[in-house]
């Protein structure tokens, strides 16, 4: 885009401090880790309202304009990105783990992030509360199997619902109902006095496929029944039904309170469908999916009802969505402290396989037989087997050495507002000393009495004249009798009258010759 290519972004990162507690493993990322730029999309989503599902066993592969007609709308509608996947690594908890954290997940780390006793300033919940929202999250299943209550409250969720805590829904069926959680909970921050972050985890795309022990296969069977399917692909289809009803109510209810034009959803999956075979998936599949690759091909949803479609191309992973929130959103953070990257970002893409196999925007590494197939040399497969070492032990030792705890933004600057608070800009001034706050530095808002010019004194100005000594002198800021008063304390201490230059708005200048009153 010429339009990038012109316009040199700032990075997303910020000015971190850190003790020597803090473990090497993460000093030397952050230290080596240049962070991501921000972009044209850098804050578009600002103040809106947010919805954020990881959708159990979501798939590409579900999505049809027939029996999932919602989610083939927000698939292909808003930021459609052609090359996401969802790594599959140790089931629900790895997945959640990555949506969650931006982190690589591992058993150790993943069995450590459970007991909820992990600093998470960057967490999901943390930053929108960071920025005033009013944040929720729900599950509709138990809020104490993998401990989810323990580590959605690290991650800022104080206003946790499930099954058991507070989620009044049918929980004695297996899996539950999506549309009976979105039921049961849309009317907690629908009428928000503030905006809003609504977190889902949904369940009713839970294995197993079939339509004897499946609760929700079952309930949908009828709308899959005439499909030339296998009994596990059909039912896995009627699963799929029931996330997208749920959706669909959601859409609606937002629309009837005129909130979905200032509201996003946002949805990535926790994993593929694992319990079908690859030849069932390729039953669903518009394309012949391999079990390596293909396999995790998977879609990210980023929705608004005002966004126009965006394609994005750059490969991509489920590590890779909370950076692109952050951004999309204006949140102040710092993108050295995540192994995702923001999609929107101009960074190469990559995707890390559980057996670190890879995908990049130039081409796809087999671990197992160490083939690349793509552009680059073997330095590049080399660089890129890097690359993934220090993400994964960054993403290690920030959650089995609580690497968070010992981050913090510099708080040593001060920002003195010298303008006064007049009548009618108080809302203004106040704005701004929050988001000076909010950045760690102390802001200080000078009183009337205490206020400073910011004209120079004639005392300045003559300073400024004797420490330069112009050959010509030509005032341009102020009404004309200031510019005037201005050229005669030139004339005063030497600098010749007629080397001394006055105009209007609209006369114009030409230092090569001389000067003429434009026509």
Not at 153 to 171: E, P, R, S, T, V
Request: aromatic share 12%.
């Amino acid at each position: 885009n010429k339009e990038d290519e012109i316009f040199l972004y700032d990075k997303n990162i910020l000015d971190l401090d850190s003790d020597n507690n803090i473990d090497s493993n993460i000093k030397l990322y952050i230290e080596n880790n240049p962070g991501t730029s921000k972009n044209k999309y850098t804050g578009i989503f600002k103040d809106k309202n947010l919805v954020f599902v990881v959708a159990e066993s979501f798939s590409t592969i579900g999505v049809r304009k027939d029996l999932t007609p919602t989610l083939y709308k927000l698939t292909n509608n808003g930021f459609v990105f052609n090359n996401y996947y969802v790594p599959y690594f140790l089931s629900t908890i790895g997945g959640k783990f990555q949506a969650d954290t931006a982190l690589y997940p591992s058993i150790n780390s993943l069995s450590i992030w459970r007991s909820g006793n992990n600093s998470f300033p960057y967490g999901l919940g943390n930053s929108f509360n960071n920025i005033n929202y009013n944040t929720y999250a729900y599950h509709d299943h138990s809020g104490y199997f993998q401990d989810r209550y323990k580590y959605l409250k690290a991650i800022g969720f104080n206003n946790f619902k499930a099954c058991a805590m507070g989620l009044d829904i049918n929980c004695d069926v297996w899996p539950e109902s999506d549309i009976e959680m979105i039921e049961k909970t849309y009317t907690d921050y629908i009428d928000s006095d503030k905006p809003f972050m609504a977190y889902y985890m949904t369940v009713s795309g839970h294995m197993e496929y079939n339509f004897f022990g499946n609760y929700i296969a079952s309930k949908n069977k009828s709308l899959v029944d005439n499909l030339n399917l296998s009994t596990s692909a059909s039912a896995y289809l009627a699963t799929q039904i029931e996330l997208d009803r749920a959706l669909e109510l959601l859409i609606n209810k937002l629309e009837e309170a005129n909130k979905l034009d200032d509201t996003v959803i946002i949805l990535t999956a926790d994993h593929y469908p694992y319990a079908l075979s690859l030849e069932e998936m390729n039953e669903l599949s518009t394309f012949k999916r391999d079990n390596l690759f293909e396999i995790n091909h998977n879609s990210l949803i980023i929705w608004n009802n005002k966004l126009n479609r965006v394609e994005i191309d750059k490969v991509g992973m489920s590590i890779d969505a909370l950076p692109t929130v952050y951004n999309l959103f204006g949140i102040e953070y710092d993108s050295r402290l995540f192994a995702g990257t923001d999609l929107l970002s101009n960074s190469e893409g990559l995707v890390i396989l559980s057996n670190r196999s890879w995908i990049t925007d130039k081409g796809k590494y087999n671990s197992i037989t160490n083939e690349y197939i793509g552009i680059g040399d073997v330095d590049y497969v080399n660089n890129i087997n890097k690359t993934i070492q220090n993400k994964i032990s960054f993403s290690r030792s920030m959650i089995t050495n609580n690497g968070y705890k010992y981050i913090k933004i510099k708080e040593t600057d001060t920002v003195f507002i010298t303008e006064p608070t007049y009548d009618g800009i108080e809302k203004v001034t106040a704005e701004i000393m929050d988001e000076v706050a909010m950045l760690g530095a102390d802001a200080i808002n000078l009183s009337s009495k205490k206020h400073l010019l910011h004209h120079a004194s004639r005392e300045d100005l003559m300073l400024m004249i004797n420490l330069m000594n112009p050959k010509y002198y030509f005032p341009v800021k102020g009404e004309y009798r200031y510019q005037l008063a201005n050229a005669k304390v030139a004339e005063e201490i030497g600098v010749p009258k007629e080397n001394i230059i006055l105009k209007q708005n609209g006369d114009v200048c030409s230092f090569m010759l001389q000067c003429q009153e434009a026509v």
